[in-house]
């Protein structure tokens, strides 16, 4: 598998977003941290660890791609424990594809009276996008691959490697087959 954002690159720019948002959120004392499960989980601790503004920490989890959905249709397998009534709700997501789940997800926080809401995403496909989604925090735009790492998986593996990977198939599917 080929590296695609190394460990330390991961780690450097995720230093940035946190001193963006020590900054913009300095001010708030009803902050609400939402990951998404479970892709955002490595991104979300590294992430919180360096910032320094009171906080909440919630989840959601939405269904993934595979049998039984279709494009734009998301579902919601696991809601908020938290009221974000009022709150200053901050959305982790891994990565941004066609845009299909953040626009679904963004829309029922607004929904349910977040005093402002924003998006921060490690990855952003943007090249992959079907729908708009406005990314307030960006950690890098990045082609239209499929990756693993750092939270992210092909069917539940490689989420553990501590750096982003393009997902290659172990048999390249161009090597003609012997006759
Ligand atoms: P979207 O609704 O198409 O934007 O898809 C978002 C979700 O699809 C992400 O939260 C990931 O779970 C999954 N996903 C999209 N692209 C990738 C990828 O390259 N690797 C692993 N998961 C991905």
Not at 27 to 33: A, G, M, T, Y
Not at 116 to 144: H, P
Request: hydrophobic residues 40%; aromatic residues 8%; negative net charge.
């Amino acid at each position: 598998m080929r590296v695609l954002i190394p460990q330390e690159e991961l780690e450097r720019r995720i230093t940035e977003l946190a001193a963006e948002i020590n900054r913009d959120y300095a001010d708030s004392d009803r902050l609400v941290c939402v990951g998404v499960l479970k892709g955002s989980v490595f991104f979300m601790v590294d992430l919180l660890k360096q910032l320094t503004v009171p906080l909440a920490i919630d989840f959601f989890q939405t269904s993934s791609y595979g049998s039984g959905t279709v494009p734009g249709e998301v579902r919601i397998r696991k809601d908020l424990d938290l009221s974000i009534r009022d709150r200053d709700v901050l959305l982790i997501e891994d990565i941004v594809d066609t845009g299909y789940t953040l626009r679904t997800i963004l829309a029922l926080l607004r929904f349910r009276g977040a005093r402002s809401v924003k998006l921060c995403a490690l990855l952003d496909k943007a090249a992959a996008r079907e729908v708009e989604v406005q990314i307030d925090y960006r950690g890098f735009e990045i082609d239209k691959l499929f990756v693993v790492g750092y939270g992210l998986d092909f069917d539940e593996r490689y989420r553990n490697l501590p750096y982003i990977a393009v997902w290659e198939p172990d048999e390249p599917a161009d090597v003609p087959s012997p006759s």
